[in-house]
Nanobody
Framework: QVQLVESGGGSVQPGGSLRLSCAAS????????MGWYRQTPGKQRELVAD???????DYADSVKGRFTISRDNAKNTVYLQMNSLKPEDTAVYYC?????????????WGQGTQVTVSS
C-alpha cells in the first residue's frame, strides 16, 4: 500500500512564503512524475507544478517566477516552495505521484493541505 503525506500548509500574509512537502511511502518500485494541484470552492482543480523523475519541471502561468518545485528521489519526496504569495493562491493544495508497485501503475494523491493568504 502506498501513502502520500503532505505537510507545510498554513496561513500567511500577502508577500509571504510557505513550503509544502509531500512524502510517498509504502511498497514502491518507482516514482515517476510528482506534482501539485490546488482547488478552491466552485473552481476547477488547477495544476500548479510538476516535476519528472529526471528533474524537468512545468508550472502554471499564474505561479511562474514565484513557486519552485523540487524533489528528493532518495526520500520519494516532492516540495513546493511558494514565495510572494497572493490572496488568489489561497486553496487546498494536493500533491500527487505516478507510482509503480508490484503489478500496477497509477496516480496516488495526498490528503490535501490548506494554504490561506490573507492580511
Amino acid at each position: 500500500q502506498v501513502q502520500l503525506v503532505e505537510s507545510g500548509g498554513g496561513s500567511v500574509q500577502p508577500g509571504g512564503s510557505l513550503r509544502l512537502s509531500c512524502a510517498a511511502s509504502g511498497s514502491i518500485f518507482s516514482v515517476y512524475t510528482m506534482g501539485w494541484y490546488r482547488q478552491t470552492p466552485g473552481k476547477q482543480r488547477e495544476l500548479v507544478a510538476d516535476i519528472g523523475s529526471g528533474g524537468s519541471t512545468d508550472y502554471a502561468d499564474s505561479v511562474k517566477g514565484r513557486f519552485t518545485i523540487s524533489r528528493d528521489n532518495a526520500k520519494n519526496t516532492v516540495y513546493l516552495q511558494m514565495n510572494s504569495l497572493k490572496p488568489e493562491d489561497t486553496a487546498v493544495y494536493y500533491c500527487y505521484a505516478d507510482i509503480s508497485t508490484q503489478g500496477a501503475y497509477r496516480k496516488y494523491w495526498g490528503q490535501g493541505t490548506q494554504v490561506t493568504v490573507s492580511s
